[in-house]
């Protein structure tokens, strides 16, 4: 419960970092048997939330985003074009980055 609530607070600073003030993250899971996060998120001027998965791979300390899916497919096209490159681009500390890994295994 807290992962994801820290999860949800972090992801909602990175997007206004990013300029994107018109998502509202409303729910984060982390299904770790399925290597994913499940994102519920409300577009601005939508009524129904959205919802993204996260696939993620972990190698070592290595941890990269591997697909990004959507329950809209121009927003998963988006994603895929846009976000994910820069989500991989992101380096985290050796030591966080360690601790992390081993919570995602």
């Given at each position: 419960?807290?992962?994801?609530?820290?999860?949800?607070?972090?992801?909602s600073?990175k997007?206004?970092?990013?300029?994107?003030?018109?998502?509202?993250?409303?729910?984060?899971?982390?299904?770790?048997?399925?290597r994913?996060?499940?994102v519920?998120v409300?577009?601005?001027?939508e009524?129904?939330?959205?919802?993204?998965?996260?696939h993620?791979?972990?190698?070592?300390?290595?941890?990269t985003v591997?697909?990004l899916?959507?329950?809209k497919?121009w927003?998963?096209?988006?994603?895929?074009?846009?976000?994910?490159?820069?989500?991989n681009?992101?380096?985290?500390?050796?030591?966080i980055?360690?601790?992390?890994?081993?919570?995602?295994?």
């Open positions: 419960m807290f992962v994801e609530m820290f999860a949800t607070r972090e992801i600073r997007l206004v970092e990013f300029g994107v003030d018109w998502v509202q993250v409303r729910k984060v899971e982390h299904l770790k048997t399925l994913q996060f499940r519920e409300l577009l601005e001027g009524t129904e939330p959205v919802t993204i998965h996260a993620y791979a972990v190698e070592g300390n290595s941890i591997a697909r899916t959507a329950s497919p927003l998963e096209r988006a994603l895929t074009d846009f976000i994910l490159p820069q989500i681009a992101q380096k985290l500390p050796d030591g980055l360690g601790a992390v890994a081993k919570w995602l295994l």
